[in-house]
């Protein structure tokens, strides 16, 4: 949480066939489900005082957990209908708030540092763009409206900014390619890169043209860098690491080395701790670990 002394996380793990969200402290003690249990979950963050937090959900689709979906045309995410966002309070998820009520995908979401706005990914308008809406779910407005997918955002620590990752189609051959997998309810993150925009959708920039993957992007406090995760030094393009990178895009610097996955990375909001994901130490294939590290000021 905001506080620093608890963090939330998805995980599949027994009893579970598919990712849950838990929460636990900071040292990794006193871990508990925070999510139904049905169904599969993805994308939990805070509220500023900690007792509430939000996260997207399949389980009112049912209890079990959704298709995998069909990598027969290659690696591509599931965009299932029925995920919605809700909000549960934070240490059993307990008072469950749906949020988003639309038959498209709505996921991705994310607490201003005010508590009153949240921003998320939605397919309501028939592409995958970033919406924000007020802390109850009303009030939705759309940020974001060029093809390609948009997601993953989050707000800078000053709420002044929105940080994501996009795919956008360059060519009419790939506008078609990702307009045939949304029709699947999928989308292929073949090419990412950050971008930014003020919180109100003014001001759209990109900040990487790295060529890979670039992905789970988070600003430091001082609103002038970006962490994320990124392919794009391996040309098989198979390992992930943290990247760090000013807002202007120069400034390019390699963060994690060694282990053969690296993402997911948030900055403490007084910016001494960093928090991130990670293969290393990983007792079998796939397996990922929460780590936190201390970020020199």
Same mark, same amino acid.
């Given at each position: 949480?905001?506080?620093?002394?608890?963090?939330?996380? $998805?995980?599949?793990?027994?009893?579970?066939?598919?990712? $849950?969200?838990? !929460?636990?402290?900071?040292?990794?003690?006193?871990?508990?489900?925070?999510?139904?249990?049905?169904?599969?979950?993805?994308?939990?963050?805070?509220?500023?005082?900690?007792?509430?937090?939000?996260?997207?959900? &399949? +389980?009112?689709?049912?209890?079990?957990?959704?298709?995998?979906?069909?990598?027969? $045309?290659?690696?591509?995410?599931?965009?299932?209908?029925?995920?919605?966002?809700?909000?549960?309070?934070?240490?059993?998820?307990?008072?469950? &708030?749906?949020?988003?009520?639309?038959?498209?995908?709505?996921?991705?979401?994310?607490?201003?540092?005010?508590?009153?706005?949240i921003v998320f990914t939605s397919l309501r308008?028939?592409?995958?763009?970033?919406?924000?809406?007020?802390?109850?779910?009303?009030?939705?407005?759309?940020?974001?409206?060029?093809?390609?997918?948009?997601?993953?955002?989050?707000?800078?620590?000053?709420?002044?900014?929105?940080?994501?990752?996009?795919?956008?189609?360059? &060519?009419?051959?790939?506008?078609?390619?990702?307009?045939?997998?949304?029709?699947?309810?999928?989308?292929?993150?073949?090419?990412?890169?950050?971008?930014?925009?003020?919180?109100?959708?003014?001001?759209? !920039?990109?900040?990487?043209?790295?060529?890979?993957?670039?992905?789970?992007?988070?600003? +430091?406090?001082?609103?002038?860098?970006?962490?994320?995760?990124?392919? +794009?030094?391996?040309?098989?393009?198979?390992?992930?690491?943290?990247?760090?990178?000013?807002?202007?895009?120069?400034?390019?610097?390699?963060?994690?080395?060694?282990?053969?996955?690296?993402?997911?990375?948030?900055?403490?909001?007084?910016? &001494?701790?960093?928090?991130?994901?990670?293969?290393?130490?990983?007792?079998?294939?796939?397996?990922?670990?929460?780590?936190?590290?201390?970020?020199?000021?």
């Open positions: 949480d905001w506080t620093g002394t608890r963090l939330v996380f $998805q995980s599949t793990r027994p009893p579970f066939g598919c990712d $849950q969200i838990f !929460t636990m402290r900071e040292d990794g003690a006193d871990v508990r489900l925070v999510s139904t249990g049905s169904g599969r979950t993805t994308c939990a963050f805070f509220f500023p005082d900690g007792r509430r937090l939000i996260y997207a959900s &399949t +389980h009112l689709a049912g209890a079990a957990c959704p298709p995998p979906p069909d990598r027969s $045309q290659g690696y591509v995410w599931p965009l299932y209908p029925s995920w919605d966002i809700f909000a549960a309070d934070g240490d059993g998820g307990g008072n469950l &708030t749906r949020l988003t009520d639309n038959d498209g995908y709505d996921a991705e979401g994310a607490v201003s540092p005010d508590g009153k706005r308008a028939g592409d995958l763009d970033l919406y924000l809406m007020d802390a109850d779910g009303s009030n939705v407005r759309r940020l974001t409206d060029e093809p390609g997918y948009d997601g993953g955002p989050f707000f800078s620590w000053d709420g002044r900014w929105i940080v994501f990752r996009a795919s956008r189609p360059e &060519t009419p051959a790939e506008l078609e390619e990702y307009r045939a997998l949304l029709r699947q309810s999928l989308v292929r993150p073949r090419r990412l890169d950050i971008y930014v925009m003020r919180a109100d959708g003014t001001g759209l !920039t990109r900040v990487t043209r790295t060529g890979g993957a670039s992905f789970a992007p988070f600003m +430091h406090p001082n609103s002038s860098q970006i962490i994320f995760s990124s392919n +794009h030094h391996d040309p098989a393009g198979r390992t992930f690491a943290l990247w760090l990178v000013n807002v202007d895009g120069s400034g390019l610097e390699r963060v994690t080395w060694g282990e053969s996955f690296a993402s997911f990375p948030m900055f403490s909001r007084d910016g &001494t701790k960093l928090v991130f994901c990670s293969s290393r130490n990983a007792a079998a294939p796939r397996d990922l670990n929460v780590f936190v590290a201390d970020w020199p000021a």
